[in-house]
């Protein structure tokens, strides 16, 4: 009797994983489609490259996790490959996504300026030193590991 419920169980459960991969393989598929799509259009009207090269690299995020969603469905001994490609390619995104940033600004230099014009106005941000001008502190305990940080130049290297 314990076989025929470990049988019926299994027999669930790979019907259900094989209801999964299907249901996940029709929405990756749609995904993929559409930002494919998304992409080629932007690469269609390639008429600001400074900010759209950054923006493609993210929107590859779509096909990279739709793709590795399926393959660790479908094949399960490959999750901790595609898990590591995964984190790899989104650090590469976040990495993109700043640049984009920098990008819409108008550049790293126009950056450094904007960042050096709003630290010299007087801003009542909590976080920043009201000692010391163009200086953001950090919340406490931060501020006990971390030393303040002067707004231009030097922050936008740090934080890039």
Same mark, same amino acid.
């Given at each position: ?8 169980? &299994?027999?669930?459960?790979?019907? $259900? ?5 299907? %249901? &996940? ?6 995904? $993929? ?5 998304? %992409? ?16 493609? &690299? ?18 399960? #001994? ?5 898990? %590591? $490609? ?7 995104? $976040? ?11 108008? &550049?790293?230099? #126009? ?45 936008? #290297?740090?934080?890039?």
């Amino acid at each position: 009797m314990e076989s025929f419920l470990i049988t019926t169980a &299994g027999e669930k459960s790979t019907n $259900l994983h094989t209801w999964a991969l299907f %249901i &996940g393989g029709i929405s990756a598929l749609i995904a $993929l489609l559409l930002s494919t799509l998304l %992409i080629l259009q932007h690469l269609r009207a390639y008429n600001n490259p400074a900010e759209q090269k950054w923006i493609v &690299g993210v929107l590859f995020m779509v096909p990279v996790y739709a793709s590795e969603s399926v393959l660790s469905l479908w094949y399960p #001994r490959f999750s901790m490959e595609c898990d %590591i $490609l995964r984190n790899c390619y989104e650090a590469f995104a $976040l990495y993109s996504f700043g640049n984009y940033l920098v990008a819409c600004l108008g &550049g790293e230099d #126009r950056t450094i300026e904007y960042l050096k014009s709003q630290s010299s106005k007087e801003l009542n941000a909590p976080l920043l030193n009201q000692n010391k001008k163009n200086v953001v502190g950090h919340p406490f305990p931060l501020n006990l590991i971390i030393r303040p940080w002067d707004l231009g130049q030097e922050f936008y #290297r740090v934080s890039k």
